[in-house]
């Protein structure tokens, strides 16, 4: 099993902008909101992207999104889990985007027979036929915030490009590389206790676990679990197995997940994945979650959770967005409290380039490589403007303007 690898560690808060390299101009956008039709409320992580083109984005917090193209915008399509897919043309002002739930044409009883562990055997001998057998380079907008009880005391952002083979079951050159990038420190003695994320963008490559099959679907692991159906689904306009899964009764030496598959009922492709890791034992909890970390510190950890989504495009299914939730407490053994931090990684796959180019080594992100330390001088002020980002929250960007204040 892989460790997710976080560090706990000292640190010395510094505020650095960095970054390099250009990229084609887009100079055409859209803005907008997208809220549920029936309650009114913001939907966050949306897919929005502009059909044609391989330009995407998802939602923030609190709904909205800026997506940009080098062409006139001509129509964007939005779509999310239990929802109907909306394509929608620019009004030129700001969009109010409302989705429909999908309801379900079927009765239960006509899609949600078969036996679950055979469907996930079965979409695992597909894997070749449904996702792309070519090199694949990605441009996506990654972002990882830490948060200090309901503070933020850590953002960064980058655009990182994904260099991915083809699924067949080789990942050894799949890397990925930073080209521009952010990153914002507190600057308070009491945040000094902080966290470091390694790994960075190559999270979204370590996990796609229908490529890596070792940390979810080889044939030991999937043994260790007991799988049900649920009620199917939509995720656009198409309809989804739902099985979750759980550990079996089998003792392991580490902790396993608990979890949700959405499998395309027609394909049998992976669409979604929903996996939770099991913390009913603690220490088995810790040991996937730290890498290493003072020794008078005690680490109590109260979650971590994994979304991974990919989305079918000229008939593969190809990744699409990943993100990543942690939550745990910390406290030194002489004090009385204990302090409850929040970290989030996030990764859009935005564009597709052309061609496939393999990422050098010496230029890949190293999964124990550390974002806010691969650091170099960025003093561009229009350096957002060239590229499809998740808008911040309004919390983030407050966050992000007394962070550079506190420099």
């Known amino acids: 099993m892989?460790?997710?690898?976080?560090?706990?560690?000292?640190?010395c808060c510094s505020l650095v902008l960095y970054g390099q390299v250009d990229t084609v101009r887009l100079g055409y956008s859209v803005q907008g909101n997208v809220v549920d039709a029936v309650t009114g409320r913001p939907m966050e992580s949306v897919h929005v992207s502009v059909p044609g083109r391989h330009y995407a984005t998802v939602t923030n917090a609190d709904g909205d999104f800026t997506i940009k193209s080098d062409q006139p915008v001509p129509e964007v399509v939005f779509s999310y889990l239990g929802y109907r897919t909306l394509r929608q043309k620019p009004s030129g002002g700001t969009l109010l985007v409302r989705l429909t739930p999908e309801s379900m044409p079927l009765s239960e009883a006509s899609i949600v027979t078969g036996d679950p562990r055979e469907i996930i055997q079965e979409a695992l001998e597909r894997v070749r036929d449904n996702y792309s057998q070519n090199p694949e380079l990605l441009e996506c907008f990654y972002r990882e915030t830490v948060r200090k009880r309901n503070r933020y005391i850590y953002v960064s952002e980058a655009v990182s490009r994904i260099y991915k083979t083809g699924y067949d079951g080789t990942v050894y050159r799949d890397r990925a590389a930073l080209e521009?990038?952010?990153?914002?420190?507190?600057q308070r003695r009491?945040?000094?206790l902080s966290v470091k994320m390694q790994g960075g963008p190559t999270q979204a490559v370590t996990f796609d676990v229908v490529k890596n099959p070792e940390i979810l679907f080889n044939d030991e692991e999937l043994s260790l679990?007991?799988?049900?159906m649920g009620m199917p689904t939509y995720i656009g306009d198409r309809l989804q197995f739902v099985i979750h899964f759980r550990p079996g009764s089998r003792e392991v030496e580490w902790a396993l997940y608990h979890g949700t598959l959405y499998i395309d009922r027609e394909l049998l492709s992976f669409t979604r994945i929903e996996m939770s890791l099991d913390m009913s034992d603690s220490a088995k909890a810790t040991?996937?979650?730290?890498?290493?970390?003072?020794?008078?510190?005690?680490l109590s950890p109260r979650e971590l959770s994994i979304v991974i989504s990919y989305r079918l495009r000229e008939g593969k299914s190809r990744l699409e967005y990943f993100r990543s939730t942690m939550r745990f407490n910390c406290d030194w053994k002489k004090r009385l409290f204990a302090t409850a931090y929040a970290v989030v990684n996030e990764l859009v796959v935005t564009d597709v380039r052309e061609p496939a180019v393999p990422i050098p080594r010496a230029e890949a992100f190293r999964s124990v490589d550390i974002l806010s330390e691969k650091a170099a001088e960025?003093?561009?002020?229009?350096?957002?403007?060239?590229?499809?980002?998740?808008?911040?929250?309004?919390?983030?960007?407050?966050?992000i303007g007394r962070l550079r204040r506190g420099r």
């Open 2 to 11: 892989r460790k997710f690898l976080i560090l706990i560690a000292f640190v």
């Open 287 to 298: 040991r996937m979650m730290v890498v290493r970390k003072p020794l008078s510190l005690r």
């Open 190 to 192: 009491t945040d000094t």
């Open 225 to 228: 679990y007991e799988f049900e």
């Open 180 to 186: 521009k990038s952010r990153v914002l420190l507190s």
């Open 378 to 399: 960025f003093q561009d002020p229009d350096f957002w403007k060239d590229y499809n980002i998740i808008e911040p929250t309004e919390s983030l960007e407050h966050a």
